[in-house]
């Protein structure tokens, strides 16, 4: 019998037809080989021992930096019956499992107060990119904090890096060149962009006609402004509790967009109305008036449930809509003339300022795993589990779930 050694099988060829650099370099290094037919990573021992090590890394950093149990069940239901057999009396200890399946590494947490529960999915996906970081060489490996609206209001934070196109897990997402921050298109702003103009003194808002000037392109050629210097209006339909239909007056910067998905969880959240989709100029003709392009902040029928976006915080000497067929308004400032409810309701695009200065650029990001906050009914309903239980006091609980699931191979491949 031959002396025992480990199979190593190092390559100086690339797997053909392989865009993934982190297939490639496992592959090239033997640890891993690729099915090309069924798309498969195929992990060797070193591959292995390497998964084994990271996947360690991760449940020691839950379990030390977020009270995370970890636990070997096999399914959601077993943990499940687990939290509601210990919950009374360990309370917080019996709350927040994780366990290893497979590649992935599957999680299951509940807290009775939301804000908590945000909180406590933050930190969750804190310790594991403290964990990972020291393996990336400081490359910007860095979370991603992407809010999607489903059913329950929930909030989607998804762990992310940049890749090359055609990678494992990919999807649009941009990168700041110069501090390496991931964003998604639907992702947190995070910060309220610098106003041009900021210290020039307030103009005095008057009407100007702008005959044609339905877009913001036609808007900037026919007054000379540039576009930071407009506010545009996006406009919608929602349903209030009573099914009926209510006008949505969405307000962002020139040169940002609206992310539909962001403004659907405000309007949810803070004024009960779900259904938002576009409307058609008959609707809006009901429901505003004969003023589609020329809409704005200033004067807006009082029953349109308006909304500006972090963008026009502290925006001066804008040019907004008139909400009148072929007129707007120079010198507008706010608050001094509008100042309607603030929220994040923009969409990340390329060029989309970051925090530290720069832009953000387009790019492929890998999706490393994602954990989903869900707002659950009060009481049972058909078709969504519930965790019950009588807490000390008595008290009957449903408390709202934090589930996810980290993809330890795609982050191997991220880190490697």
């Not at 070997?72 to 499940?80: K, L, R, V, Y």
């Not at 309607?340 to 790019?363: F, M, N, R, S, V």
Request: include cysteine; charge should be negative; charged fraction near 25%.
């Amino acid at each position: 019998m031959s002396e025992f050694k480990t199979l190593l099988p190092k390559t100086g060829n690339a797997p053909a037809h392989v865009k993934d650099q982190g297939v490639i370099n496992m592959v090239v290094s033997g640890e891993a080989a690729y099915n090309a037919k069924s798309g498969e990573l195929l992990l060797l021992p070193e591959g292995e021992a390497k998964r084994r090590r990271l996947s360690g890394d991760i449940l020691a950093a839950l379990s030390e930096g977020c009270g995370y149990q970890t636990v070997n069940c096999g399914n959601d239901d077993a943990i499940f019956s687990l939290a509601e057999r210990f919950v009374r009396e360990w309370q917080d200890a019996a709350t927040s499992f994780c366990e290893e399946r497979g590649r992935n590494i599957r999680l299951l947490a509940w807290d009775t107060d939301e804000a908590s529960r945000d909180a406590k999915a933050r930190a969750l996906m804190e310790a594991v990119t403290a964990a990972l970081r020291g393996k990336t060489g400081g490359d910007g490996l860095t979370p991603s904090f992407v809010e999607e609206i489903r059913e329950g209001n929930s909030r989607l934070f998804i762990l992310a890096k940049g890749c090359g196109q055609g990678a494992i897990g990919s999807r649009p997402g941009f990168i700041c060149p110069s501090c390496g921050n991931v964003k998604l298109p639907d992702s947190p702003l995070g910060y309220t962009p610098a106003q041009p103009g900021a210290g020039e003194p307030e103009s005095r808002a008057a009407d100007v006609e702008t005959p044609g000037a339905n877009t913001i392109t036609e808007l900037c050629d026919q007054l000379g402004v540039d576009v930071t210097r407009t506010i545009k209006a996006m406009l919608y339909i929602a349903y209030d509790a009573d099914s009926n239909r209510r006008a949505v007056a969405s307000f962002v910067r020139g040169d940002y967009n609206l992310s539909m998905n962001k403004l659907d969880r405000w309007l949810r959240g803070e004024r009960g109305l779900t259904g938002l989709r576009s409307a058609d100029k008959k609707e809006l003709y009901e429901l505003i008036g004969e003023v589609a392009g020329y809409c704005g902040p200033v004067g807006m029928p009082s029953d349109v449930v308006i909304v500006c976006d972090d963008s026009v915080i502290g925006a001066k000497n804008t040019v907004v809509g008139a909400n009148r067929p072929g007129y707007h308004k120079t010198g507008c400032c706010h608050p001094r003339d509008f100042d309607p409810p603030i929220a994040d309701i923009a969409q990340l695009t390329e060029g989309t300022p970051c925090a530290c200065g720069g832009k953000y650029k387009a790019a492929c990001v890998r999706e490393m795993g994602r954990i989903e906050t869900a707002s659950l009914p009060s009481k049972p309903q058909e078709g969504i589990k519930l965790l019950s239980y009588r807490d000390k006091d008595g008290k009957h609980d449903y408390p709202s779930a934090i589930i996810g699931e980290l993809s330890v191979e795609k982050i191997l491949l991220a880190v490697r």
